[in-house]
């Protein structure tokens, strides 16, 4: 799963389902079939068109075949929606009767993270291991000596 930075403004996380403003001014989340096929159209921006069969066997499987130009056109109506409210108007448009085509003027770009790996023990305190071993010995005795006294 991967992250996408959009025309430099936008930012598209597949792993939250998100669609943010850079600065997270503004964050959608996104149902898992929008994200679904906004990953498909960055991952396949760069043809020319994205037919209507590609999308629905993307989508939706074997089931694809019995999917009705409504349910695709409601869907793209919707990722449509969201984009411009991220300021993507012409992220992507229509080729009636064929698909959709990526707007290819709008950088989209792979976001890359290195991880960083803490030593553990850097965060370990002695003192306060100590302390916490000695807390739960004290409500340790002091249940113990309620349990005790109350048998006398």
Same mark, same amino acid.
């Given at each position: 799963?991967?992250?996408?930075?959009?025309? %430099? /403004?936008?930012?598209?996380?597949?792993?939250?389902?998100?669609?943010?403003?850079?600065? $997270? /001014?503004?964050?959608? $989340?996104?149902?898992?079939?929008r994200?679904?096929?906004?990953?498909?159209?960055?991952?396949?921006?760069?043809? !020319? +068109?994205?037919?209507?069969?590609?999308? &629905?066997?993307?989508?939706?499987?074997?089931?694809g075949?019995?999917?009705?130009?409504? !349910?695709?056109?409601?869907?793209?109506?919707?990722?449509?929606?969201?984009?411009? %409210?991220?300021?993507?108007? %012409? *992220?992507? #448009?229509?080729? =009636?009767?064929?698909?959709?085509?990526?707007? !290819?003027?709008? =950088?989209?770009?792979?976001?890359? *993270?290195? /991880?960083? +790996?803490? !030593? =553990?023990?850097?965060?370990? #305190?002695f #003192?306060?291991?100590?302390?916490?071993?000695?807390?739960?010995? &004290?409500?340790? /005795?002091?249940?113990?000596?309620?349990?005790? #006294?109350?048998?006398?």
């Amino acid at each position: 799963m991967n992250q996408y930075l959009i025309n %430099d /403004a936008c930012i598209f996380n597949e792993v939250s389902q998100e669609l943010s403003l850079k600065d $997270k /001014a503004k964050i959608i $989340k996104l149902t898992a079939m929008r994200s679904r096929c906004l990953s498909l159209m960055i991952e396949n921006a760069d043809s !020319n +068109v994205i037919d209507k069969k590609t999308i &629905t066997e993307a989508l939706w499987g074997e089931r694809g075949q019995f999917v009705s130009d409504a !349910n695709l056109t409601q869907l793209l109506y919707l990722i449509r929606k969201d984009l411009r %409210d991220v300021g993507l108007p %012409d *992220f992507f #448009s229509t080729v =009636p009767r064929v698909g959709i085509r990526v707007n !290819n003027t709008i =950088p989209v770009s792979k976001l890359t *993270f290195t /991880a960083t +790996v803490q !030593n =553990p023990l850097k965060r370990f #305190s002695f #003192s306060r291991a100590i302390a916490a071993v000695f807390g739960l010995a &004290t409500v340790l /005795a002091a249940i113990d000596l309620a349990h005790i #006294s109350h048998l006398i």
